[in-house]
Protein backbone atom coordinates (compact mmCIF):
# COMPACT_ATOMS: atom_id res chain seq x y z
CA UNK A 1 0.00 0.00 0.00
CA UNK A 2 1.47 3.99 -0.85
CA UNK A 3 -0.24 6.94 0.35
CA UNK A 4 0.52 10.31 -1.83
CA UNK A 5 0.21 13.59 -0.35
CA UNK A 6 0.54 16.64 -2.91
CA UNK A 7 0.97 20.04 -1.91
CA UNK A 8 2.55 23.30 -3.07
CA UNK A 9 -0.45 24.38 -5.27
CA UNK A 10 -2.14 27.91 -4.92
CA UNK A 11 -2.72 30.64 -6.91
CA UNK A 12 -0.38 32.29 -8.84
CA UNK A 13 -0.58 34.91 -12.08
CA UNK A 14 0.22 34.23 -15.49
CA UNK A 15 4.39 33.64 -16.27
CA UNK A 16 4.93 32.25 -12.79
CA UNK A 17 6.17 29.67 -11.45
CA UNK A 18 4.98 27.17 -8.75
CA UNK A 19 6.70 23.67 -7.61
CA UNK A 20 4.09 20.66 -6.56
CA UNK A 21 5.29 18.24 -4.16
CA UNK A 22 4.03 14.54 -3.52
CA UNK A 23 5.21 12.63 -0.28
CA UNK A 24 5.14 9.03 -0.62
CA UNK A 25 4.52 6.56 2.30
CA UNK A 26 6.22 3.24 2.31
CA UNK A 27 9.93 1.82 1.82
CA UNK A 28 9.16 0.86 -2.32
CA UNK A 29 8.86 4.03 -3.31
CA UNK A 30 11.83 3.55 -5.75
CA UNK A 31 9.51 0.28 -7.37
CA UNK A 32 7.24 2.99 -8.48
CA UNK A 33 7.08 4.88 -11.91
CA UNK A 34 5.55 8.40 -10.93
CA UNK A 35 3.09 10.44 -12.95
CA UNK A 36 1.39 13.45 -12.67
CA UNK A 37 -1.59 14.27 -14.01
CA UNK A 38 -4.51 17.01 -13.92
CA UNK A 39 -8.16 17.60 -14.42
CA UNK A 40 -10.07 21.13 -15.24
CA UNK A 41 -13.49 22.41 -14.41
CA UNK A 42 -15.86 20.52 -17.19
CA UNK A 43 -12.70 18.51 -18.73
CA UNK A 44 -11.29 14.87 -18.40
CA UNK A 45 -8.14 14.16 -16.12
CA UNK A 46 -5.55 14.34 -18.53
CA UNK A 47 -1.65 13.18 -18.66
CA UNK A 48 1.18 15.90 -17.65
CA UNK A 49 4.37 14.32 -16.83
CA UNK A 50 6.48 10.89 -15.71
CA UNK A 51 9.16 9.81 -14.35
CA UNK A 52 10.76 6.43 -14.16
CA UNK A 53 11.78 4.21 -11.15
CA UNK A 54 15.46 5.44 -11.45
CA UNK A 55 14.68 9.23 -12.58
CA UNK A 56 16.56 8.48 -15.69
CA UNK A 57 13.61 8.59 -17.89
CA UNK A 58 10.93 11.33 -18.04
CA UNK A 59 8.01 12.18 -20.28
CA UNK A 60 5.64 15.33 -21.20
CA UNK A 61 2.81 16.22 -22.40
CA UNK A 62 3.08 18.41 -25.32
CA UNK A 63 1.11 20.90 -24.08
CA UNK A 64 3.67 21.51 -20.86
CA UNK A 65 6.75 20.22 -22.47
CA UNK A 66 9.54 22.93 -22.25
CA UNK A 67 8.03 24.68 -19.30
CA UNK A 68 7.10 21.33 -16.51
CA UNK A 69 10.32 19.25 -14.91
CA UNK A 70 9.19 16.18 -13.13
CA UNK A 71 12.22 15.03 -10.88
CA UNK A 72 11.98 12.66 -7.77
CA UNK A 73 14.50 11.76 -4.97
CA UNK A 74 14.13 8.45 -3.75
CA UNK A 75 15.76 9.23 -0.36
CA UNK A 76 13.04 11.31 0.95
CA UNK A 77 10.07 9.20 -1.45
CA UNK A 78 8.76 12.81 -2.85
CA UNK A 79 8.04 13.13 -6.56
CA UNK A 80 8.43 17.43 -7.77
CA UNK A 81 6.27 19.10 -10.72
CA UNK A 82 8.57 22.29 -11.13
CA UNK A 83 6.14 24.39 -13.04
CA UNK A 84 7.22 27.14 -14.93
CA UNK A 85 5.59 30.55 -17.29
CA UNK A 86 2.78 29.16 -16.00
CA UNK A 87 -0.91 29.93 -17.94
CA UNK A 88 -4.47 30.07 -17.53
CA UNK A 89 -5.11 26.84 -19.47
CA UNK A 90 -3.10 24.90 -16.42
CA UNK A 91 -5.85 26.09 -13.99
CA UNK A 92 -6.19 22.32 -13.00
CA UNK A 93 -6.30 20.01 -9.89
CA UNK A 94 -3.07 18.21 -9.95
CA UNK A 95 -2.73 14.33 -9.18
CA UNK A 96 0.33 12.70 -8.64
CA UNK A 97 -0.02 8.63 -8.97
CA UNK A 98 2.39 5.48 -8.45
CA UNK A 99 2.72 2.08 -10.42
CA UNK A 100 4.74 -0.59 -11.47
CA UNK A 101 3.18 -0.57 -14.84
CA UNK A 102 5.95 -1.27 -18.21
CA UNK A 103 7.30 2.60 -19.33
CA UNK A 104 5.27 2.14 -22.68
CA UNK A 105 1.76 2.98 -20.71
CA UNK A 106 2.93 5.48 -18.75
CA UNK A 107 0.53 8.09 -20.01
CA UNK A 108 -2.15 6.13 -19.19
CA UNK A 109 -4.17 6.76 -16.16
CA UNK A 110 -5.62 2.78 -15.89
CA UNK A 111 -1.84 1.99 -15.74
CA UNK A 112 -1.32 3.45 -12.29
CA UNK A 113 -2.21 2.31 -8.82
CA UNK A 114 -2.28 4.68 -6.31
CA UNK A 115 -3.71 8.05 -6.35
CA UNK A 116 -2.94 11.16 -4.45
CA UNK A 117 -6.19 13.33 -3.69
CA UNK A 118 -4.92 15.98 -5.47
CA UNK A 119 -4.23 20.07 -5.27
CA UNK A 120 -5.35 23.05 -6.87
CA UNK A 121 -3.00 25.37 -8.78
CA UNK A 122 -5.25 28.43 -10.05
CA UNK A 123 -3.12 30.53 -12.66
CA UNK A 124 -4.43 33.92 -13.37
CA UNK A 125 -4.08 36.12 -16.55
Known amino acids: QVQLVESGGGLVQAGGSLRLSCAASGRTFSSYAMGWFRQAPGKEREFVAAISRSGGSTNYADSVKGRFTISRDNVKNTVYLQMNNLKPEDTAVYYC??????????????????WGQGTQVTVSS
Open 97 to 114: AAGRMAWDVRARQGAYDY
